[in-house]
């Protein structure tokens, strides 16, 4: 067993969305970074489940996510490994950004590198040392190693506020009247696909999908997302060869030629703190991924010759704990776009809630785009941590919408900057100036207000 110290001033804990922006942020100030994940790569859930597009940057009055999400984006088209922001052709938002886990693990660490930050992969948080609400070291174990990290300032970026609850803070996980959590789904890819095929069925029954354009506007050549073939899921129910707990199927093109991204999977996870539920969850996961796979072989258009090219390392997981923070952002915050003096992100994707008990998908569209106040991302009682991703403090109604990645970048770009700041201050994330932190934001390319 390798035993190892590390001293920093910022260490970013998890390296999704989330904490790639913090460790970008962060460093590019000047701090001295090291961000630590458990797996082998950077990305989180859009690496290890697979999940894709991102959406959304864009409110229906423009751009309100830009910054460090931006960058990452235009990196990720400049090498071919996303279209940029592209239509979104279910009309649930105004636009979406298809991206390649592949081209995203590497354009992420090549990012998080170029910017200073130091990775420490393979290493699984488990324990902090902490004194009056205020974390000194965390303790992170390998499979031959073990490694303190030391910091002035910690940020959890875990998704699950692992950090949090480690630190001695307050939890919340689910519905506020049940603690049920939205269903996780493992995602898959697809190859092979005749994409036109399945423009022209729509085209042909456009009543069996959502759409968001005239079907005579579908283009094969273009990205594409397609809601519905309810007929058809109804049908595969009736027969006995859909067998997964959805109404609809749900499929992104992805980024490759004739490639499909199936979010179609629905597995109840009852507590995902449990080990054996997690366990009994992947394993529901793939024996679902090959049953809807076939499903798509024989009953969906343009799905014949199709080839499974592969499911993320783990079943992806839409909620689980989050922290209590200085404010909860709510429901009725969202829908009337409120704004707040220490505004530091926006968001504006829809209150999107897959059922924990059904089979539906309740959605709410906003009109215009909401702000995160940063006391979203101060969790309660303690002095020298902060939280972002999906991660933060607010209702599991506001969590439906804030958990989706361009938001979780923007969170993390204000939580790396807010972090930064704090280490002149003694680490304390209540004693930055905030017209400072906004100002630097700003200077960085976060967008605080909502397009005029
Ligand atoms: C099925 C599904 C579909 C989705 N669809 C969309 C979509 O279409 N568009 C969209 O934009 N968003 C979507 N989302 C939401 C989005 O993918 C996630 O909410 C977002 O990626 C979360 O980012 P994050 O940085 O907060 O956390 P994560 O991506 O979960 O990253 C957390 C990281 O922390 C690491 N970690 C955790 N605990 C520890 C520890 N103790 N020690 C060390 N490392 C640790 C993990 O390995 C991981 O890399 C979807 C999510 C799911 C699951």
New binding site residues.
Partial sequence: MKEQTYETDVAV?????????AAIAAARIGANVII????G?????????L??????FHAKSGQIIDGIGQQLVDRLHEQGFSPGHVPDTIGFVPT??PIDPEGFKLIAMEMVLEAGAKPLLH????DVDSDNGKVKS?I?VGLTSLSRIKASVFID????A??VE?GGGELACGREADSLT??????FRVGNVDLHEIVDFIKANPEDFILGCAPQDLDAEQPLAVAGFFGKVREGVEHGVFHVDRDRLLL?SGVMPGEVVV?VTRVKVLDPADPVDITRAEIEGRRQVYDVFQFLKTRIPGFSAAQLIGTGC??????TSRPVGDYILTQEDLLSGRDFADSVARGA?PIDI?SPDGKGLTALKLDRSYAIPYRCLRPKGLTNLLC????ISVTHEAYAST???????A??QAAGTAAAIAIGREGDVRDIDIDVLRATLVRNGAILYEPS
């Fill in positions: 804990i998890g390296g999704g969305c989330s904490g790639i922006a630590v994940d458990r797996l790569f950077l990305g989180g859930m859009a690496t290890a489940a999940v894709s597009p991102m959406m959304t979406v950004t290493q699984l948080v488990v965390v992170a970026c875990t998704g699950n692992r950090l480690l939205q269903p996780a789904t493992m995602i992104f979010n783990q079943i992806g997981i839409r909620e994707f897959h972002a991703g999906r991660a958990r989706v990645m361009p938001t979780c970048l969170t993390g």
